[in-house]
């Protein structure tokens, strides 16, 4: 069989939301039994059919790049990690709905990989405040926000969540999915959030094999410097 062409996406969130569970799950179809803690990287790779059911269908790899760590790491294991972030050819970023806080940090781990030479370390989150958002709009890696541990939301606050997550991709100029790991029936084909996921991949295979930009054919490596002054997040 020939080989098929690949995608780079990185998988970007902080260390306990589901990072591993959530791409076991999109690779393998199956809940990951006994997850651990990432090191460094780990990749794996789901099959996608690029425009499937149109005569432009075309099947890739796409590598799915599982980044461990914390968005408060010492410089050194920035720098270690920055490896990770050459030729990107598409973003997830992972948070734990049941933890604000790890919603907030997305803002941080988005400035490390897309400003991999700087730190994000001076990020202001704050109530209220706003920032230059049409950065995220002219960045032209594809961006998706998934938050996990959906079922773990108490009824009576899962509006209030999920405002809140609809300012995150409002920020971030992504769609967003919210699921829960441990349940394959939220990514079931035919789903909303099944449609997003494709889309998503789509979007990223258009980007780096069909885009007329040569800058962008190869993967997000010649980077524009992000510099959010504040953000914010209600």
């Not at 996406?9 to 260390?15: A, Y």
């Not at 979007?203 to 959010?228: A, C, L």
Request: hydrophobic fraction near 35%.
């Amino acid at each position: 069989m020939a080989s098929l062409d690949r995608v780079k996406v990185l998988v970007l969130g902080d260390s306990g939301v589901g990072k591993s569970s959530l791409v076991h799950l999109l690779c393998q179809n199956q809940v990951l039994g006994n997850p651990s803690w990432t090191v460094g990287c780990s990749v794996d790779v789901r099959v996608q059919d690029y425009k499937e059911g149109t005569p432009e269908e075309k099947t890739y790899y796409i590598e799915l790049w599982d980044v461990g760590g914390s968005v408060g790491s010492a410089s050194s294991v920035k720098s270690t990690r920055a490896v990770f972030y050459n030729s990107v050819n598409g973003i997830i970023l992972v948070h734990d709905l049941t933890n604000k806080k790890s919603s907030q940090n997305l803002y941080r781990w988005s400035l490390e990989a897309l400003n991999k030479d700087s730190s994000p370390t001076g990020v202001i989150v704050s109530n209220g405040s706003d920032y230059e958002r049409e950065q995220f709009a002219e960045n032209p890696v594809p961006l998706l926000l998934i938050g996990t541990k959906f079922d773990q939301i108490p009824e009576t606050k899962r509006n209030e969540v999920l405002t809140r997550t609809a300012f995150l991709s409002e920020d971030f100029n992504a769609e967003e999915i919210n699921l829960d790991c441990t349940n394959p029936r939220y990514l079931a084909a035919g789903t909303s959030n099944a449609v997003k996921l494709s889309r998503f991949f789509d979007k990223v295979i258009e980007k780096r094999y069909f885009t007329r930009d040569p800058s962008q054919m190869t993967g997000f490596t010649d980077r524009k410097r992000f510099n959010f002054k504040s953000l914010h997040y209600d």
